[in-house]
């Protein structure tokens, strides 16, 4: 589904991607670990089109989008769940998730998209009717997911949703993670908390100061010594 080969990424004169490359096939749930600062939420922006990429070539369902404005890649059916939520705040939860769908004309559709952010956050539903700055993180996080699915997206990027999170919380969104890829969504998740990325996801890669340095199913790289040293405390 997704294909990065070889991009470069600059601010100004700043490097912070050097030729990464990686994909994320149909069903998959692919995660890059690796500490702050690495370039994890850059890779995302440049995905997305809120970061231009010198070099290298990214396609979409075979399509060249590397040049596409944000719009066109949201049309094609990428999706971000942004680092910090970036919520309406004066919104209601609700008003946050039809937002969500502001491209589509299917009201049924919506409808029930609606009913199914609901199922997954029962406590989105009791607060239907709260603006979105009255919730707590846990609940404001939720809500962004819930606005990415309300697109119906083909691929969903995440950027570090357990930033910030009670353990509860962070128990939560990583179960909602799991039952989206159950249910055969597309997933490309950046996280620091690499204990529960690893633990959900099919593959993933190790990115450091702007590279690729490991690549492997997640499994695997849950048990290498050098990510066991460097990020799960072993």
């Known amino acids: 589904m997704l294909r990065v080969e070889k991009i470069d990424v600059f601010y100004g004169e700043f490097q912070a991607i050097l030729e990464v490359s990686f994909q994320v096939d149909v069903g998959e749930l692919v995660t890059i670990i690796g500490p702050n600062g690495a370039g994890k939420s850059t890779i995302l922006k440049a995905l997305i089109g809120l970061q231009s990429c010198r070099n290298g070539r990214i396609s979409f369902e075979e399509q060249d989008i590397t040049h596409m404005r944000t719009h066109q890649r949201a049309r094609l059916g990428i999706t971000l769940v942004p680092e910090g939520r970036r919520l309406f705040p004066d919104l209601t939860v609700e008003q946050n998730l039809l937002i969500g769908g502001y491209r589509r004309a299917d009201a049924g559709g919506m409808e029930k998209d609606v009913e199914h952010v609901y199922d997954l956050f029962p406590i989105l539903r009791e607060r239907r009717l709260q603006v979105g700055k009255t919730l707590s993180g846990g609940e404001q996080q939720m809500l962004a997911i819930g606005r990415a699915l309300m697109a119906s997206p083909r691929l969903i990027l995440m950027d570090e949703v357990s930033l910030g999170l009670m353990p509860k919380y962070v128990e939560e969104v990583f179960n909602t993670i799991e039952t989206l890829h159950r249910e055969g969504v597309t997933i490309l998740l950046v996280e620091q908390n690499a ?40």
Request: proline share 2%.
């Open 195 to 234: 204990r529960k990325a690893l633990a959900v996801a099919d593959r993933g890669y190790v990115l450091e100061t702007g590279r690729i340095l490991l690549e492997d199913e997640a499994q695997q790289l849950a048990a290498d010594p050098r990510v066991k040293k460097a990020y799960l405390g072993g």
